[in-house]
């Protein structure tokens, strides 16, 4: 049996739970407007560089430059957990943000990045494995094109791959001789392309494609002006690489949601794909990049040699320099590409 005491008690906190949910929807909807708000003003200065990092080595790097001035009014704005920073690097107008490992989380920030700031490209720089031979850790590249190299079909041993992918792994192939049994189950896999969709192809109709260029003019730009510069060529005191480090422009490389410590898959990729950088964001970028129809270049530091290497991989020990020498890259490039833009306005 209720008693009449019982169902007070439960109205007032139905009526108390309704006020919390009105409260609650009214200050998000209060901070929301504030926000769009600031982003707004901030947007009324611009157009800004949207530059692009993932993980904390290399911003810390980057900020550790101090070449990033913040802006003294409204230094930052989270969007969807991430902290867009606004300010100025050599004259230059940028909204910096980490990303965070992956290609989800490197598509869905650069749709948010051009979507809500007035941004004129996208510069997206970290570190990556180094999968040619010819290049060593420290060097930095900023690639031509990349390639998506983690969209498979993975087929039975005996399958043949379709003839529409690209690319064809053979697991068994990979059998270690004299102690192997025979063909190995993990069969074959084919490297299938990437759906397109961009604002200037036919709405719903994408485009599949295998690679993704960054944009021609800035590439050039980096190849005239950033090609020879200086790089940093030790840790510290007791650790330098063996080699000065350089800059190369006009490589391809390599993305795909797997970190790659492994010696045979980086051969493998260097052989079937000629790239030379592997990373785990590059493409996405790129890709949405151009999507959105906006420029777009990658400038990346080799910090280790993806598996190639004797012993534990040397990101622990090389990822400072090469984040180092990759920020030394970023801010020279914006400091050339900002002189251009007065040479052209004036
Ligand atoms: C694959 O083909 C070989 C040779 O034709 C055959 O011996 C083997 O049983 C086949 N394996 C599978 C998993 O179908
Ligand atoms: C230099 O860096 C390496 C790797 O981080 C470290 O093991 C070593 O102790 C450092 N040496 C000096 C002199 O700081
Ligand atoms: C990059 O890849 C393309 C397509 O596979 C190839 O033609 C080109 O030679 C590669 N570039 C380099 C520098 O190896
Ligand atoms: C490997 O690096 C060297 C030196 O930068 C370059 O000349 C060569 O084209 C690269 N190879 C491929 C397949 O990209």
């Given at each position: 049996m209720a008693a009449?005491?019982?169902t007070l008690v439960r109205q007032c906190l139905a009526v108390l739970f309704l006020f919390a949910i009105l409260v609650s929807s009214t200050c998000g909807s209060l901070a929301r407007?504030?926000?769009?708000?600031?982003?707004k003003e901030i947007n009324r200065n611009g157009p800004y560089v949207g530059l692009i990092t993932v993980y904390a080595p290399e911003e810390n790097a980057f900020f550790a430059?101090?070449?990033?001035k913040s802006h003294p009014k409204?230094?930052?704005?989270d969007l969807a957990g991430?902290?867009?920073?606004v300010g100025e690097v050599e004259g230059s107008k940028v909204i910096y943000v980490r990303c965070g490992i992956g290609?989800?989380?490197?598509?869905?920030?650069t749709?948010?990045?051009?979507?809500?700031?007035?941004?004129?490209?996208i510069v997206h720089f970290g570190i990556a494995g180094n999968a040619n031979s010819s290049m060593s850790i420290g060097d930095v590249v900023i690639p031509k094109q990349f390639v998506q190299t983690g969209l498979w079909d993975w087929l039975k041993p005996n399958a043949t791959v379709d003839s529409s992918d690209f690319g064809e792994m053979d697991i068994g192939e990979y059998n270690v001789k004299g102690k192997g049994k025979g063909m190995n189950v993990l069969g074959k896999i084919g490297y299938f392309t990437e759906q397109f969709y961009s604002e200037t192809g036919k709405p719903n109709q994408p485009q599949r494609l295998i690679w993704f260029p960054t944009?021609?003019?800035?590439l050039h730009l980096a190849s005239q002006k950033l090609q020879g510069m200086k790089l940093e060529r030790c840790v510290n005191a007791s650790l330098c690489l063996e080699t000065e480090p350089k800059l190369v422009v006009g490589l391809n490389g390599s993305t795909a949601d797997a970190f790659v410590d492994n010696a045979a898959y980086r051969d493998f990729l260097f052989n079937t794909f000629h790239v030379s950088s592997l990373d785990m964001e590059s493409s996405a970028i790129v890709m949405t990049s151009l999507s959105n129809d906006y420029a777009v270049i990658v400038i990346r530091g080799l910090s280790d040699l993806a598996g190639a290497q004797q012993g534990d991989n040397h990101i622990k020990l090389f990822g400072p320099l090469a984040a180092t020498n990759t920020a030394k890259a970023v801010i020279q490039f914006l400091k050339i590409s900002q002189q251009q833009n007065n040479l052209h306005s004036s």
């Open positions: 009449p005491a019982t407007s504030r926000k769009s708000a600031t982003i430059s101090k070449a990033f409204h230094p930052f704005v991430r902290r867009y920073r290609l989800v989380n490197a598509a869905a920030t749709q948010q990045m051009v979507d809500v700031f007035e941004i004129s490209g944009t021609p003019h800035w």
